[in-house]
């Protein structure tokens, strides 16, 4: 049967999906929009399945913050090619899904939540028949504060939050600075008391590994260990780390150079690397 092209261009903006694959779902629909719209989720099941062993180690790591900066969100929507990733309907797509995600408080209500008349679970495995590519939510994170910021680094490979204990003229302009702090230096925690006491154990047993080859005595052992787990600290830790763009002021020193109460309150990161 013969298809107008309006009915095709209708059922792509409905979907995403390629004007040829539009054409033909209508087609085998016999002009049916709402079966038009079943048969391409099918074969995004179908695409879906079959691809199911695939990495997915692409895609785009966006972040966002509400309108008041009290909460912020990190998705990563991934697929398998760097293509794929830097297409610009494809950022589109994570972005509008970015947008459903900050109303969201953990993954499942995220992948639940509705999307087009469709939940988010439903509409990965849409596009991955649209794309013909793996796609799916590679990592979801969110924060509250009382001043939440964010930073996305050059072709959305990493995302962050960072959080603020307060709220002052110039809070969106230290949130992103420590926020992008954590995006170069990948700390394990925010503070000596965030790191795992087995991380604390193994490094201190490794200190002293490399100390006994040294010849160092036995005796002397759980001293210099101590003074190499502070360094450890100050290299892993976001507050203590070197401030990157000032390396004679930690993070902790930058944000309470502003306020001397100020305080960062925590970092998420997402990466695909």
Same mark, same amino acid.
């Not at 391409?40 to 199911?52: F, S, T, Y």
């Not at 962050?160 to 702090?181: C, F, Y």
């Given at each position: 049967?013969?298809?107008?092209?309006?009915?095709?261009?209708?059922?792509?903006?409905?979907?995403?999906?390629?004007?040829?694959?539009?054409?033909?779902?209508?087609?085998?629909?016999?002009?049916?929009?709402?079966?038009?719209?079943?048969?391409?989720?099918?074969?995004?099941?179908?695409?879906?399945?079959?691809?199911?062993?695939?990495?997915?180690?692409?895609?785009?790591?966006?972040?966002?913050?509400?309108?008041?900066?009290?909460?912020?969100?990190?998705?990563?929507?991934?697929?398998?090619?760097?293509?794929?990733?830097?297409?610009?309907?494809?950022?589109?797509?994570?972005?509008?899904?970015?947008?459903?995600?900050?109303?969201?408080?953990?993954?499942?209500?995220?992948?639940?939540?509705?999307?087009?008349?469709?939940?988010?679970?439903?509409?990965?495995?849409?596009?991955?028949?649209?794309?013909?590519?793996?796609?799916?939510?590679?990592?979801?994170?969110?924060?509250?504060?009382?001043?939440?910021?964010?930073?996305?680094?050059?072709?959305? %490979?990493?995302? @962050? &939050?960072?959080?603020?204990?307060? =709220?002052? /003229?110039?809070? #969106?302009?230290? !949130? *992103?600075? $420590?926020?992008?702090?954590?995006?170069?230096?990948?700390?394990?925690?925010?503070?000596?008391?965030?790191?795992?006491?087995?991380?604390?154990?193994?490094?201190?047993?490794?200190?002293?590994?490399?100390?006994?080859?040294?010849?160092?005595?036995?005796?002397?052992?759980?001293?210099?260990?101590?003074?190499?787990?502070?360094?450890?600290? %100050?290299?892993? @830790? &976001?507050?203590?780390?070197?401030? =990157?763009? /000032?390396?004679? #002021?930690?993070? !902790? *020193?930058? $944000?309470?150079?502003?306020?001397?109460?100020?305080?960062?309150?925590?970092?998420?990161?997402?990466?695909?690397?």
């Amino acid at each position: 049967m013969k298809i107008a092209a309006a009915e095709v261009n209708k059922l792509r903006q409905a979907t995403g999906a390629g004007m040829m694959d539009c054409k033909k779902a209508l087609v085998e629909a016999e002009g049916d929009f709402e079966k038009a719209i079943e048969n391409l989720r099918k074969k995004g099941q179908k695409v879906a399945a079959n691809r199911a062993d695939r990495i997915s180690s692409e895609g785009a790591v966006l972040a966002k913050v509400n309108s008041e900066n009290t909460k912020g969100v990190l998705v990563s929507i991934n697929c398998e090619t760097d293509f794929v990733a830097k297409n610009e309907s494809y950022l589109n797509f994570a972005n509008a899904l970015l947008d459903i995600a900050l109303n969201c408080d953990n993954l499942e209500s995220f992948l639940s939540s509705n999307f087009q008349g469709m939940t988010v679970s439903e509409k990965l495995i849409e596009q991955t028949g649209v794309l013909g590519e793996k796609i799916e939510v590679g990592g979801f994170k969110i924060m509250n504060s009382a001043f939440v910021g964010c930073y996305i680094h050059a072709g959305n %490979k990493i995302a @962050t &939050l960072a959080g603020l204990s307060d =709220i002052m /003229d110039n809070s #969106q302009e230290i !949130a *992103k600075n $420590v926020a992008m702090q954590a995006a170069a230096m990948n700390p394990i925690a925010l503070n000596e008391e965030g790191v795992d006491s087995t991380v604390i154990e193994k490094e201190i047993e490794i200190a002293k590994d490399q100390l006994r080859q040294e010849g160092k005595p036995e005796a002397m052992l759980d001293n210099i260990a101590k003074g190499k787990i502070k360094r450890f600290f %100050k290299d892993n @830790t &976001l507050v203590n780390q070197d401030y =990157i763009k /000032d390396s004679k #002021q930690s993070v !902790a *020193k930058y $944000v309470s150079s502003f306020d001397e109460n100020l305080i960062v309150t925590g970092f998420c990161r997402l990466s695909l690397i």
